[in-house]
């Protein structure tokens, strides 16, 4: 099942939520400030950790990797690095990467739910319209019991709306 809901991916009681990361793990603004604000240092040290050994360079746009949820009601956060907007450069397929590569990563650790961000539509840019059909299209034939999509503001919530309906239309 697919919903979408106006409010705070912190405060989501599903089993995974998706964190819009930059590749060095380590923290930003917008949903990435938030959650590591709101779950606290546990977070963070697994990230260090992953910068460690297996991300040594930093997450590659379109992965994902789980960390612990710290004090989130979660139990999981799935970072993924979303791509920057570019007008010049077709990314789609990347931001498409994010949603598939966070589903498997969380259908690997058995959980059954989890909320979504808007991806890429904030510091990075991504026109919404664009952002919520490459998103929804991504998820629409997984398996997963529940995904959430969390949108932040009216107007994005607004957005994602539309396009779902018009996606279940079609
Ligand atoms: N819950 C749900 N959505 C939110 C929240 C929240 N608490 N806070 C903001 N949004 P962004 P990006 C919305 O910028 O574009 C960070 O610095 C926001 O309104 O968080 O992928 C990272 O470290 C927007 O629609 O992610 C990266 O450097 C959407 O979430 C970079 O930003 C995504 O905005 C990633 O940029």
């Not at 546990?42 to 992953?50: D, G, N, S, T, V």
């Not at 791509?83 to 990347?94: C, D, I, Y």
């Not at 034939?141 to 957005?159: C, G, H, K, P, T």
Request: glycine letters at 10%.
């Amino acid at each position: 099942m697919i919903e979408i809901v106006r409010g705070d991916i912190t405060q989501q009681e599903v089993d995974a939520v998706v964190n819009a990361a930059n590749s060095s793990l380590l923290g930003g603004g917008g949903v990435d400030g938030a959650i590591h604000r709101k779950g606290g240092p546990e977070i963070l040290a697994e990230c260090r950790k992953l910068r460690a050994s297996r991300y040594g360079k930093g997450l590659p746009t379109g992965q994902a990797v789980a960390t612990t949820a710290g004090n989130l009601p979660a139990r999981w956060v799935i970072h993924t690095v979303g791509p920057v907007w570019s007008k010049s450069e077709e990314r789609a397929h990347l931001l498409a990467d994010c949603h598939r590569n966070s589903l498997a990563v969380a259908a690997e650790l058995g959980a059954r739910s989890i909320a979504f961000p808007a991806i890429s539509t904030g510091v990075y840019r991504w026109p919404l319209e664009s952002a919520a059909e490459i998103a929804l299209a991504a998820v629409r034939d997984s398996s997963m019991e529940l995904i959430r999509f969390v949108l932040f503001d009216d107007n994005a919530y607004r957005v994602f709306k539309a396009q779902f309906a018009s996606g279940e239309a079609g």
